[in-house]
Nanobody
Framework: QVQLVESGGGLVQAGGSLRLSCAAS????????MGWFRQAPGKEREFVAA????????YYADSVKGRFTSSRDNAKNTVYLQMNSLKPEDTAVYYC??????????????????WGQGTQVTVSS
């Protein structure tokens, strides 16, 4: 059974940092993209970042580029989202997800087969 389990959310002041973790289990993800999405109340789920499980290519939404960094620890089967210079508008539930590899980077929720339960990130002003 595939499981993606996020952790690391919390309350932080504007300008602060958080690191989200996504522990993956239940299958190999070598041919998958690992993505991060977020959803604020009353808004649609939006793309934040994606990276292939193998290799170093990463992709970011314009709204987080330069502030967020996606990384991976193969030994722990875990992907991370380091979030710096957080803003109140970053407040949302953050989700980890996995999408089968295709030539086009997956930036829409429908491309993803597996999802974690989400972790709340709240940035106070």
């Amino acid at each position: 059974q595939v499981q993606l389990v996020e952790s690391g959310g919390g309350l932080v002041q504007a300008g602060g940092s958080l690191r989200l973790s996504c522990a993956a289990s239940g299958r190999t993800f070598n041919n998958y993209y690992m993505g991060w999405f977020r959803q604020a109340p009353g808004k649609e789920r939006e793309f934040v970042a994606a990276r292939r499980w193998t290799g170093d290519s990463t992709y970011y939404a314009d709204s987080v580029k330069g502030r967020f960094t996606s990384s991976r620890d193969n030994a722990k089967n875990t992907v991370y989202l380091q979030m710096n210079s957080l803003k109140p508008e970053d407040t949302a539930v953050y989700y980890c997800a996995a999408a089968p590899f295709r030539p086009v980077v997956p930036t829409t929720p429908g491309r993803y087969d597996y999802w974690g339960q989400g972790t709340q990130v709240t940035v106070s002003s």
